[in-house]
C-alpha cells in the first residue's frame, strides 16, 4: 500500500516509547506532537480523540478503598474537562490489568466527574487492546472519501454564491463592473470588502473618496437591518 494512503495519527511525545504507539505505527502513519493533550491520540480524519489513562494515576490514593472513597485527583479532573472542552468528539480509555472492584469503582468516579458531558468511557487491558479499541472506533467514525469530497464542494458552493450576492449589491449601488473588479483586487476577496474601513477602501484601491463612503454606507446599513430582524 502506499504510504500516502495510509491514514494519520496524532500521537502526543509522552505515548512515543510505549508498545500502544509501536501498535498504532503498524496500521497507520503517526505523527508526534508536544502541543496536544498528554497521553493522548488523534485520528484527524476521523476527527475523534483519545485519552489513553492508567486507572493507579487517576486517582488520590494509592491504596484500596471503598467506593465512597474513592476521589480523582485535582489534576486528573483538570485533564478530563479540558479535554472535553477542546474536543467535541472524546473517548477516554481507562487501563488497567485487572478490572476488579478497585477499578469499577475509579471507573464509576470518572463517570460522575464527567456527567453531562460527551466523553465516552471506555476500559482496557493493555496497550495492544487499546489500539484495536482506538481502531474500531475510528474506523467506525472515519468519513467516506466521497463525503468529505462533497462537504468540500458544499463549502465551495457557498462561497461561490454569497461572493455573488455581494457582486450583485456592489452593482445595485451604482458601481460599475471595472470597479467590483477592484475592489476584488485590492481587497483579496469580497469578505474583506464587507468588513473594510473606508482608510483601507482607499488605501487598497483607486476608488474615488465618494465611492468608498457609499460602500461603507451600504454595508453598515446592511448590518444594522439584519441585527434587528
Known amino acids: 500500500m502506499d504510504s500516502r494512503d495510509i491514514d494519520p495519527v496524532i500521537i502526543n ?10 501498535c498504532l505505527q503498524k496500521q497507520y502513519k503517526i ?24 486507572a493507579e494515576d487517576v486517582t488520590t490514593s494509592k491504596s484500596t478503598p471503598s467506593d465512597e472513597q474513592i476521589k480523582l485527583s485535582p489534576y486528573m479532573i483538570e485533564r478530563l474537562w479540558n479535554l472535553q472542552s477542546g474536543h467535541q468528539n472524546c473517548f477516554l480509555i481507562l487501563s488497567a490489568a485487572l478490572h476488579e472492584q478497585r477499578e469499577l469503582s475509579i471507573f464509576a468516579a470518572i463517570q460522575q ?12 487491558h493493555n496497550d495492544s487492546e487499546t489500539a484495536k479499541i482506538m481502531a474500531m472506533i475510528a474506523k467506525a467514525k472515519e468519513k467516506s472519501t466521497s463525503a468529505i469530497l462533497k462537504q468540500r464542494l458544499d463549502t465551495v458552493a457557498w462561497k461561490q454564491v454569497n461572493e455573488e450576492m455581494i457582486l450583485n449589491s456592489l ?27 473606508k482608510e483601507e477602501l482607499l488605501e487598497c484601491t483607486s476608488l474615488a473618496t465618494e465611492t468608498a463612503d457609499r460602500i461603507i454606507k451600504f454595508f453598515s446599513e446592511t448590518r444594522h437591518a439584519q441585527s434587528n430582524t
Open 113 to 124: 466527574s464527567v456527567s453531562g458531558s460527551n466523553m465516552k468511557i471506555l476500559p482496557s
Open 171 to 197: 452593482a445595485a449601488i451604482g458601481l460599475t463592473d471595472h470597479q467590483c473588479f477592484v475592489l476584488q483586487q485590492g481587497c483579496g476577496s469580497l469578505a474583506n470588502i464587507v468588513n473594510a474601513s
Open 31 to 54: 505523527r508526534f506532537s508536544e502541543s496536544t493533550p498528554q497521553d493522548s491520540c488523534i485520528f484527524p480524519l476521523s476527527t475523534v480523540t483519545f485519552l489513553v489513562v492508567k
Open 13 to 22: 511525545n509522552s505515548l512515543a516509547d510505549t508498545q500502544l504507539c509501536r
